[in-house]
């Protein structure tokens, strides 16, 4: 499912600013393909970064306010990146994406929750160890009474 739609980028953009976006210098004609696919890159880093933490692909609809705001963002900037390629990007772009990246994670790490949404039962492993059973101070019992887990 998309998180955001083309209506969502033109509330920021017209239809000509969103054609030279996309490779049309004239401003008549929408890349489609190149924003399908900064959108779906957009789409795919939200996933990543929530994996584990919430059941994604979200498949609710509407979709969360909150992911839109972040698939728009950083489909935005994308497609300034893309058609920025051999000079730099806005600041206000830049701090666009450092805006949402910081968003992903505080949602990742619990500062900011989602309401309503399914949490995975099996997030993955949050502590990892490369010690074996010969450098251990505690053995796995006394390890495992620290979780409840005997």
């Not at 492993?125 to 074996?132: A, E, F, Y």
């Amino acid at each position: 499912m998309e998180y955001s739609l083309p209506l969502d980028i033109l509330q920021e953009f017209s239809e000509s600013e969103l054609a030279i976006l996309t490779g049309d210098p004239t401003g008549v004609l929408i890349d489609w393909e190149r924003y399908g696919y900064a959108r779906q890159s957009a789409d795919s880093t939200i996933d990543t970064y929530l994996w584990g933490v919430y059941d994604v692909p979200f498949t609710e609809n509407p979709i969360y306010p909150l992911i839109k705001k972040l698939s728009v963002d950083l489909t935005i900037c994308i497609l300034y990146e893309i058609a920025y390629k051999d000079s730099a990007v806005p600041n206000a772009i830049v701090w666009r994406r450092i805006y949402a990246y910081k968003m992903l994670k505080d949602i990742r790490d619990g500062f900011i929750t989602i309401v309503d949404t399914v949490h995975t039962e099996n997030p993955p492993p949050t502590i990892l160890s490369n010690k074996t059973d010969k450098n251990r101070i505690f053995n796995e019992q006394v390890m495992d009474s620290f979780f409840d887990e005997a």
